[in-house]
C-alpha cells in the first residue's frame, strides 16, 4: 500500500525565517512520482514540482527547494526567507502509475507571519 | 482556455436530496478525478476516469457516482446526500497517468449537507 506522512500539521514563522515542510512516503514501487502542492487562503490547488524515483538531484527554483533523499523515502520542501505570501496549506502526493491516482498527505498549514 | 471549470461552486443539500457535480476541462486531457477534501485528511480520490465512456474507483467511493459520456466533462453524482458528504471537491484533469504529468484541479465545490 501506498502513504504519504506530512507530520508538520501547523508551522508559523516570521517574515524572512527559512522552514522546511516534511513529507514522508511509503510505497513498494520502484517506480513512482512525488509532488508538491499549495494550497493559498483561496483555496485552490497550484502545482509546485514533480520528480519521478529516478532523479534524486535536487531542485532549486527560486527561494523554494526540494531534498528528495530515497534512502530515508522523504521528499522535504524548503521556503528560504519566506514571505507573507507563502501562507498555504502545502500538500505532498505520491504516485505508482496505477491508473494516475495521487496519494495525497494529510498537508502541513503554513503561517508567515510580517 | 479556461483550463478546469466546476459546477456549482457552493450548494447547501438537505439529507436524501441529490445532485450532480459537474467537471469541465478543455485542454483535451484523457484522465480525470474527483477528489473530496476533508479537514486534516488531504484529498481522497472517489474516482476516476482514464477516458471517455470508462469510470473506475477510487479510494472512497460509496455514495457517489460517476459519468464521462464527453471526453471534456466528468460529472459527479449524489443519489441520497448524507451529512457525511460534506465536504470540498476538487476536479482534475491530466493528459496522461498523474505520474507522467501533473494534475491540473478546478477551484472546488463546497457541499453542504445538512
Known amino acids: 500500500a501506498q502513504k504519504v506522512t506530512q507530520a508538520q500539521t501547523e508551522i508559523s514563522v516570521v517574515e524572512k525565517e527559512d522552514v522546511t515542510l516534511d513529507c514522508v512516503y511509503e510505497?513498494?514501487?520502484?517506480?513512482?512520482?512525488l509532488f508538491w502542492y499549495k494550497q493559498p487562503p483561496s483555496g485552490e490547488l497550484v502545482f509546485l514540482i514533480r520528480?519521478?524515483?529516478?532523479?534524486?538531484q535536487n531542485e532549486i527554483s527560486g527561494r523554494y527547494s526540494w531534498n528528495f533523499q530515497k534512502s530515508t523515502s522523504s521528499f522535504n520542501f524548503t521556503i528560504t526567507a519566506s514571505q507573507v505570501v507563502d501562507s498555504a496549506v502545502y500538500f505532498c502526493?505520491?504516485?505508482?502509475?496505477?491508473?494516475?491516482?495521487?496519494?495525497f498527505g494529510q498537508g502541513t498549514e503554513l503561517s508567515v507571519k510580517p | 482556455n479556461a483550463g478546469v471549470t466546476q459546477t456549482p461552486k457552493f450548494r447547501v443539500l438537505k439529507t436524501g436530496q441529490s445532485m450532480t457535480l459537474l467537471c469541465a476541462q478543455d485542454?483535451?486531457?484523457?484522465?480525470m478525478y474527483w477528489y473530496r477534501q476533508d479537514p486534516g485528511m488531504g484529498l481522497r480520490l472517489i474516482h476516476y476516469?482514464?477516458?471517455?465512456?470508462?469510470?473506475a474507483k477510487g479510494e472512497v467511493p460509496d455514495g457517489y457516482n460517476v459519468s464521462r459520456l464527453k471526453k471534456q466533462n466528468f460529472l459527479l453524482g449524489l443519489e441520497s446526500a448524507a451529512p457525511s458528504q460534506t465536504s470540498v471537491y476538487f476536479c482534475?484533469?491530466?493528459?496522461?497517468?498523474?505520474?507522467?504529468?501533473?494534475?491540473?484541479f478546478g477551484p472546488g465545490t463546497r457541499l453542504t449537507v445538512t
Open positions: 476516469s482514464v477516458g471517455e465512456g470508462t469510470t
Open positions: 510505497t513498494r514501487d520502484t517506480t513512482y512520482y
Open positions: 520528480r519521478n524515483s529516478f532523479d534524486e
Open positions: 482534475a484533469s491530466s493528459p496522461r497517468e498523474a505520474g507522467s504529468y501533473e494534475q491540473y
Open positions: 502526493a505520491l504516485s505508482v502509475n496505477q491508473g494516475g491516482k495521487l496519494i
Open positions: 485542454m483535451n486531457h484523457e484522465y
